[in-house]
């Protein structure tokens, strides 16, 4: 085989192992989540919860076994999340969670949690949604 074969053979194989490692990956995200591939599809969620906050309120309790938690903010006012344990949370400081945007917590955004949040709402009475497993 000449050296213009060697190098069409050599480009096949690379490109083959890369489809094999792409593969390999996305089968390993999958067995992340019981075997959903994206967040949509789970299903199933040990907690789905509705807290008023107002001054540093807690949100979710520590917990070693947290695998993903969504936090959404189903309000017109701002709140702030602290992910600093059991410390107070306080207006402009910590995770600025806006009016109507979420927040979510996970292995797969590499900013996985398993200690207590608590959040301080900027105004009045926010109202945040909790999904977490």
């Not at 995770?95 to 301080?120: D, V």
């Amino acid at each position: 085989m000449n050296t213009r074969g060697k190098i069409i053979v050599g480009v096949i194989i690379a490109g083959l192992l890369a489809i094999a490692l792409v593969t390999f990956l996305n089968l390993k995200k999958a067995d992340k989540f019981g075997g959903a591939t994206d967040y949509a599809a789970i299903s199933s969620f040990n907690t789905s919860t509705a807290v008023n906050v107002t001054t540093s309120n807690s949100l979710i309790q520590a917990t070693t076994s947290r695998q993903y938690c969504i936090i959404s903010n189903n309000s017109a006012f701002s709140v702030y999340l602290a992910l600093t344990g059991d410390a107070a949370a306080t207006a402009n400081s910590g995770i600025l969670l806006s009016a109507s945007t979420t927040f979510e917590i996970s292995q797969e955004k590499n900013n996985l949690y398993a200690g207590a949040i608590r959040g301080i709402a900027t105004g009045g009475t926010a109202q945040v949604l909790l999904s977490c497993y």
